[in-house]
């Protein structure tokens, strides 16, 4: 294919976001990854007892291993953000609670405006293989399963997020376990090649919950003793799982290019194949289908496989797996390749652990993080080669320290694979993105410019500010980039939200201020007719009107990245939510209901307690005053008022 061929298929990563065991989001992953950090650990308490399963001989009901990779707080949650009362929070899957978070946190990354995605044909694609908390909540017996247990079948989990989004394309959940997200990455691009969708999310979530799979793997002998994966390595026994939430938001290339988009890496070619009958058995692995999906995904991205220069391997620390991959990768990837050049194949797994059906999307996020800063990170745990690859015949190399991608008058390649024990195998190709135009002429010094921030709660907005005056300070990232391109990406790729802030100022530095609550600095003289119409657009915006960004700004600026939205999170969890109802009836159903801030006029469906919420009230009223709610009396309360009117007369009767 001729590159204009290639260029019209392709795909652009224009953002992303990940919550990963030690890693909040990319730039911190990739901090994790240039240091060789092990963010694996002990399991946590609140996940399950591990002492008291921990054996280290197999046997009935126990588990090999301590440790796994686990994502902080996976119990935090903005309910307010997302319109959802304590009780919805509660009873939500945190795999749903975390990836709309993480969603939204991409979408910023990307610059595109959620409100403006609302209703047009965007695309959800998932790959997820658990449901933890929902089969957490069937074991606590049938007397524990309501009608909210709905919201948490796995089918629901993109389903949610493109009802938050209002997102009316294509929302699939893609389970083929270990290889899910991946394969989700591969349906996203064909959904986009298609024009079915303009816009896709491709994601993969994982939340290890309960110790049930690392039972039977132990069973199985298949996990990791010590909690680590080492790929490649003679020492490797076995699968450390481990969570992950990871999204990347994909848009065709020349619609990317000509949106002004930030493109991070462009997937030029993916493929995914079943091994079918190439195996004895449908759980062990087949080189004949691994080595097939690897020819297909690079005829699709129109590139020899001896030109790729780096691979994110599968590589899941398996006695078994390994060498097999490495044998497949050799074989295609090495064929026609100069001994000079070895390919480099690593492992996020080594890092943090194996994500199962988030496992890809974690690989792909890290390669794309390769192809930005031109380096491969050590694949960590690599001390030994294992005997079972011929390495002196195949040209591979597993970095043990940092590598710089070489420089070959091209952009850098890179592939990333998967594989499922459904026998999916899935692999993407990507390159590095072409280099930026150089930025336009600079302003001259001293011309002033606006920017507003704003978010869904005050303190939300004070952190916000916070943020921006680090970011706009000396040593923060917004210092590498133009004042007027900051101020442009504010206004015109952020959604703006109902608590708003608005400053003025000719640099870095008196933005910053300004945001600290300085007073205004004098204009130059010839900026102060410009220095007064912005303070007019600053009043404008900070009392809710619509304003004409154009207009302020003039030519388009280019988009760069801002500070993230500053998540303002309350720990959701069952048994831990509901506080002593005997104090106050009406402030404990609407801290537990309510979705949206109110007063007494505020009508109950105004608030989101609408008829399912009305019945789940009862049910745990009655519990608490011995079954004396009427249910059609409640029912017939319409405000906030009127609420607690009633549960004051409730009250008063009960003493």
């Known amino acids: 294919m001729s590159r204009s061929d290639v260029d019209a298929r392709s795909v652009a990563v224009i953002g992303m976001a990940c919550r990963l065991p030690g890693a909040s989001g990319a730039d911190e992953l990739w901090e994790l990854l240039r240091n060789g950090i092990d963010a694996t650990s002990v399991t946590p308490p609140e996940r399950y007892d591990v002492d008291a399963l921990y054996s280290p001989e197999p046997g009935p009901g126990r588990i090999g291993s301590r440790r796994a990779g686990y994502v902080d707080q996976v119990a935090e949650f903005d309910a307010e953000f997302f319109g959802m009362s304590a009780t919805e929070a509660v009873e939500l899957d945190p795999q749903q609670r975390l990836l709309l978070m993480t969603a939204w946190d991409a979408l910023e990354d990307a610059g595109q405006r959620p409100d403006f995605l609302a209703g047009s044909r965007a695309g959800v694609f998932v790959g997820n293989a658990r449901a933890d908390y929902l089969e957490l909540t069937f074991r606590q017996g049938l007397e524990a399963v309501t009608a909210s ?114 493109v991070r890496a462009v997937i030029q070619g993916s493929a995914v194949g079943n091994d079918g009958r190439t195996s004895d058995s449908v759980l062990n692995p087949s080189l004949t289908g691994q080595i097939e999906v690897l020819r297909w995904a690079y005829e699709d991205a129109g590139v020899r496989p001896s030109d790729v220069d780096y691979v994110e391997a599968h590589g899941a620390g398996s006695p078994a797996l390994d060498p097999l991959e490495l044998r497949a990768l050799g074989q295609v990837l090495g064929e026609g390749r100069p001994a000079d050049r070895p390919l480099l194949v690593g492992s996020v797994k080594t890092n943090i652990g194996h994500a199962e059906a988030a496992g890809g999307l974690a690989g792909l ?272 309360l319409r405000t906030v008022g009127e609420l607690r009117q009633w549960t004051r007369t409730l009250e008063a009767t009960a003493r």
């Open 365 to 636: 996020i890290k390669t794309v993080l390769c192809l930005e800063h031109g380096q491969v990170p050590a694949s960590l745990h690599f001390e030994t080669p294992t005997p079972q690859v011929a390495w002196d015949e195949l040209p591979l190399t597993v970095p043990e320290k940092m590598h710089d991608l070489p420089d070959l008058g091209r952009p850098s390649l890179a592939g990333v694979s998967g594989q499922g024990s459904s026998a999916l195998n899935a692999h993407v190709v990507i390159r590095q993105a072409d280099p930026v135009d150089a930025a336009p002429e600079p302003a001259p010094s001293g011309t002033p410019y606006v920017l507003v921030l704003s978010a869904r709660s005050p303190a939300a907005l004070d952190a916000l500010a916070h943020s921006y005056t680090e970011y706009l300070g000396p040593d923060g990232p917004g210092a590498a980039h133009p004042l007027r391109d900051i101020c442009f990406s504010a206004a015109v790729r952020r959604q703006h939200h109902a608590h708003r802030r608005a400053v003025v100022g000719a640099s870095h530095e008196e933005l910053a201020a300004a945001l600290r609550g300085a007073a205004s600095p004098k204009l130059k003289r010839e900026w102060k007719e410009r220095g007064l119409l912005l303070a007019a657009v600053a009043d404008r915006y900070r009392e809710g009107q619509l304003v004409d960004w154009e207009e302020v700004f003039g030519r388009p600026g280019r988009f760069v990245p801002l500070p993230r939205y500053p998540w303002q999170t309350r720990r959701y969890w069952p048994g831990e939510e509901q506080g002593d109802s005997r104090g106050d009836l009406a402030a404990w159903v609407l801290r537990e209901h309510a979705r949206t801030r109110f007063d007494d006029g505020s009508t109950l469906t105004e608030i989101g307690i609408d008829s399912l919420a009305r019945l789940r009230i009862v049910v745990e009223l009655n519990k608490r005053s011995g079954g004396d709610i009427d249910p059609e009396e409640f029912g017939r």
């Open 149 to 262: 247990q709905f919201n948490n079948f796995r089918s629901l989990i993109p389903a949610r997020l493109s009802h938050v989004l209002d997102f009316r394309g294509p929302c699939e959940l893609v389970d083929t376990a270990c290889s899910s997200s991946l394969v989700a990455v591969h349906r996203a691009v064909q959904s986009l090649r298609a024009r079915e969708s303009r816009l896709t999310l491709a994601a993969g979530v994982n939340l290890k919950l309960r110790p049930d799979e690392g039972v039977m793997m132990t069973q199985a002998g298949t996990l990791a003793a010590d909690g680590r994966s080492r790929f490649g390595d003679a020492s490797a026994d076995g699968h450390a799982p481990s969570d992950a939430v990871a999204v990347v938001v994909l848009k065709p290339l020349a619609d990317a290019l000509a949106d002004g988009d930030r």
